[in-house]
Structure formats: C-alpha cells, structure tokens
C-alpha cells in the first residue's frame, strides 16, 4: 500500500494568467510526483468550489494562496504518515476532511491537484505509464486512443462573445492521432488564410488557441469552418466533421435564448439546432440547452440523437447526480467529463461509469485555462475516451495533450476509435 510521506503545493499560472495550484505528493518509497491543474471560464452552476482569496489587490481576487496553504497545512497533516489501498481511499480521506458538498472548505482545485499528483506518484512507484494507473481505476484494459475534437473557431466566454456560441470544432475522419494533427493543422492554415482575406484581421486566437473571427452570427462561423475544410483540400462530412459547443447558458435569459439577434423559447432552439445539424455536418453538439432548462432536454436529445451526440457539460458538471437525472429524463446521450467539476478522480471515475452503463459516449475535456501539465492525455487513453478535447493545434498547454498522445500512440500502436463507438 503507498504511505503518503508528505504533500506540498504552490501556486502557479495557468494559460490565461490566471492563478491555479500545482501539488507534489512524495510517498515514503521515494516515488514522487507533481501535478497542476486548470479553471475554466464558461462554468457550470453546480461545479465544485474553485477556492480563491477574494483579495482584489492580487490577481484581481483570484489568488490560490488560501487553497495552497490548504495543502502545505491541513491536508499535509491529514495524510502523511498514512497509507492508501488505492485511489478511492485517498480521494475518500479528502472529500471527508472537506466535509463540504462542494469542496468549498479545501477547495477543488487544492484536493484535485493532490488527488492527480497522489495518482502520478502511485504510478511511479509500480513502474507504470500514467494512462496504466488510470485504467486499474476502473478496472480495464485500454486498447484504443480516442478521437479528437479540436477547437477551429470560439466565440462566446472563450472570445469575448462576438458570435453567440462558444466554439467551433473540427473533427478529423483519419486513422491515427498523427493523421489527425496533420489534417488539423491543414484546416487551421487555410482557416487562419482565409480569415485574413475575408476580414483583414491578424490571426487572433481565443483562450484556447482557436481563431476568433469577427462573423456575424453562429451560422457564418460555422460556414467558414466548412470553407476552410474545403480550402484545404479535404471533404466536409467524409474526411472532417464538425462539433459546436453551444455554452447555451450564457444565452439563456429570463426563459429565452439570446442567439445572433433572435431571442428563442426553447422549442426555437432546438429547431434552430436542429436546422444546423441538417445543414452542416455536425456530428455533436454541446450544451445546446441551458443548465437549468431540464424540461426541454429530452426533446433536444429527442431531436438530435440520430444524426448527433447531444452532450451535456454545464448540465452535467461531471456530476454522478445530475448524470442520474439526465439519464432517467434521457436528456442527453453523451458526457464532458472534466475531473475538476467535481473535485477528485473516484468521482470523476464513478461519473464515467454511470454514463457508459447508460451507454452514453464520453469526451474527456480539459479547461479553458490550462497549464502544461499532460495528466488529460493519460486520463482520456486510460479511461478509453470515446472523444478527447484538448483545445486547439496552437499554443504550449493544448500541445502539451497532443504531443502525449503521439508518444503513448508511438508506444502501444493503438488505433482510434471510430465515431461515434458503439457502447461497451
């Protein structure tokens, strides 16, 4: 059993600037290991607590000085010296010493970074690749990568909200992760050229690193994606499909949806989402409801289900409750698993597992302030992601992600899945 000798944490930046923490656990065998991790801008309401100092004189109230003292004091205290059968016994330990439904206490990003750097310091210590540990955690084999969806365009909280929704996503048809980067980066150039031409605008890039042209309404954005497709050189539907994130919340007010001028009911944006994906080739579409729109999910989910995934993000949260929710109303087919909307890997894990017994689909997801670390990589190969959403081809904390994925492909040979994979 590892023996937790000690565990540290500081604070460092993440890709917007932004404090986050970065926590090291050094167990008694010597093995020892860091981690850090991220924050996201479009959040849901029942997300655990990110916990911040609140003092506007640093960081403008988003210092982490509070949740690393968490660590460096009373998380330290609670757990050196003993010892943990596995991830669910640690995690456990943190989640009691909280004792807060939201983790508001400790605060998530401290018992997260702690619950990924006890992870990576366990893997160590067996000798073991990172994405091996986690796939023990849930007791299978891993055999295959996951597909990719990479960020082209964003607008909405990503982008300063020139275009309603928040994110354009291309997703190549290819074989391999290499194959896949390749064509992104193709798609990316001509996008980023034509642009330029059609706006005269700089290659301005959004938080994480998609382009952020100044279109008028969702449905050019979506148009250009296409035309970039084709500019360079491949089929839009055959070799690359497309994946929107919606982040619908922010549309939502006061019962109605603010979308490019119109404001919509419910059933209007579902009709609108729906004229979409018989437009385009859209093969997922996220958050296309708001969080708190329960009523109208199903017939979302209802509408879309056979020709896209109907994903939820902010509805979910990573959350095994509202997942039960979702699945007894059927309000969607397919999870964004982000570990830190909940707090710990067991319960980010134990979401996984109900949305598969659901025969769901699962995208593993990072955040939109990210730092370098690559753990995401390893979770979305250990975990058998269906998807893997890393952001986009540019910038050193998304590359981080991508360039794992290409050495653990180099290393085991695994193919991708294809889209979308039957349920297990």
Not at 95 to 122: H, Q, Y
Not at 141 to 148: E, Q, S, V
Not at 169 to 190: C, G, K, N, R, S
Not at 276 to 304: F, H, M, N
Request: hydrophobic share 45%; net charge negative; aromatic share 6%.
């Amino acid at each position: 059993m590892p023996v937790i000798e000690r565990v540290t944490a500081s604070e460092i930046l993440d890709s917007r600037g932004r404090p986050t923490v970065a926590a090291t656990c050094m167990l008694a065998s010597g093995a020892i290991a860091s981690a850090s991790v991220p924050s996201g801008a479009s959040t849901g309401a029942a997300e655990a607590l990110e916990l911040r100092d609140g003092d506007p004189r640093r960081y403008g109230g988003l210092g982490c000085r509070k949740a690393v003292a968490n660590v460096n004091g009373e998380i330290c205290r609670a757990l050196a010296g003993r010892n943990f059968a596995d991830q669910a016994g640690l995690d456990g330990a943190l989640i009691e010493l909280d004792g807060t439904p939201n983790k508001s206490r400790m605060g998530a990003n401290a018992i997260l970074a702690v619950s990924v750097a006890f992870a990576r310091a366990c893997a160590n210590e067996r000798g073991i690749p990172l994405y091996q540990y986690f796939a023990a955690m849930l007791n299978h084999a891993p055999d295959t990568l996951p597909r990719l969806t990479i960020n082209l365009f964003s607008g909405g909280a990503h982008a300063g909200g020139q275009v309603a929704i928040q994110d354009v996503l291309m997703v190549p048809a290819a074989q391999t992760i290499d194959e896949t980067l390749a064509a992104a980066y193709d798609v990316y150039q001509a996008a980023a050229e034509l642009i330029r031409k059609r706006y005269s605008m700089l290659r301005l890039t959004a938080d994480e690193g998609g382009l952020a042209p100044p279109c008028t309404s969702a449905e050019e954005m979506i148009e250009i994606a296409i035309a970039s497709i084709k500019q360079a050189g491949y089929r839009p539907g055959t070799d690359v499909m497309l994946a929107i994130d919606v982040a619908a919340s922010q549309l939502y007010r006061g019962g109605r949806y603010d979308l490019d001028g119109s404001a919509l009911d419910s059933a209007a944006m579902i009709a609108r989402l729906s004229q979409w994906v018989e437009r385009y080739p859209i093969v997922s579409v996220e958050d296309g409801l708001a969080q708190d729109d329960w009523e109208w999910w199903p017939k979302l989910r209802a509408t879309l289900e056979h020709r896209a995934l109907v994903m939820g993000d902010d509805l979910l949260c990573t959350n095994p409750a509202r997942i039960r929710r979702a699945i007894e109303s059927q309000a969607c087919n397919a999870l964004l698993l982000k570990p830190n909307q909940i707090g710990t890997l067991t319960e980010a894990a134990d979401a996984w597992r109900l949305a598969k017994q659901a025969g769901w689909q699962v995208t593993i997801s990072v955040r939109s302030g990210e730092t370098e670390d690559n753990w995401a990589a390893d979770l979305a190969v250990g975990w058998r992601g269906d998807q893997f959403k890393p952001g986009s081809i540019t910038q050193s904390e998304r590359l981080a992600k991508y360039n794992r994925l290409l050495a653990i492909e180099a290393e085991t040979g695994w193919p991708m899945v294809r889209w979308p994979r039957s349920a297990d």
